[in-house]
């Protein structure tokens, strides 16, 4: 099967699979994107700690959504708890239903704990950022070159397209 070039369809990003904690998932970074925007879609079947350290982002806002997988009942969180930390005094908060956590630029975040996972749930993650990056509470006040980057985790697994 031959591609054929469209005039729209470099905006439509296909095979964007990757892998970053429990299972693949749709994933893209901004320069596969061509925006300020990363998005990453992540299955939780089991608990784990996902974010030890608490740390911020000087530049940019991450939106974190908890989503359950009961598509008849999107309020189902399927008795999931999670424990996420907010603020310079590690202010806990448990979220037992599908919720959005706004982490605004500078706000201190972690540790995010999937403490209890009886049935899966969707952990979504949008970072307003082209890259992402970190800085730990060790780092505040210095310059972004001196802070931990890196790229979005996981790596590109493409998958062929079914055919029809």
Same mark, same amino acid.
């Given at each position: 099967m031959t591609k054929t070039r469209t005039?729209?369809?470099q905006h439509i990003l296909r095979n964007a699979f990757k892998t970053h904690h429990q299972l693949e998932g749709l994933s !893209?970074?901004?320069d596969e994107m061509d925006c300020d925007c990363i998005l990453t879609h992540h299955v939780i079947y089991k608990p784990e700690v996902m974010l030890k350290e608490p740390h911020f982002h000087d530049d940019f806002q991450q939106l974190l959504c908890f989503l359950g997988t009961n598509p008849m009942n999107v309020r189902d969180f399927g008795g999931a708890v999670v424990e996420i930390s907010l603020g310079a005094e590690g202010e806990k908060h448990v979220i037992d239903s599908p !919720?959005?956590?706004?982490?605004?630029p500078g706000l201190i975040h972690g540790p995010l704990n999937f403490k209890?996972?009886?049935t899966p749930i969707i952990f979504l993650e949008i970072m307003l950022t082209r890259k992402y990056h970190t800085k730990m509470l060790k780092d505040a006040g210095k310059p972004?070159?001196?802070t931990?980057?890196?790229k979005s985790p996981g790596r590109i697994v493409r998958k062929p397209s079914p055919k029809a």
């Open positions: 005039k729209y369809g !893209a970074n901004g !919720a959005i956590v706004s982490v605004s209890h996972i009886p972004a070159a001196a931990k980057k890196r």
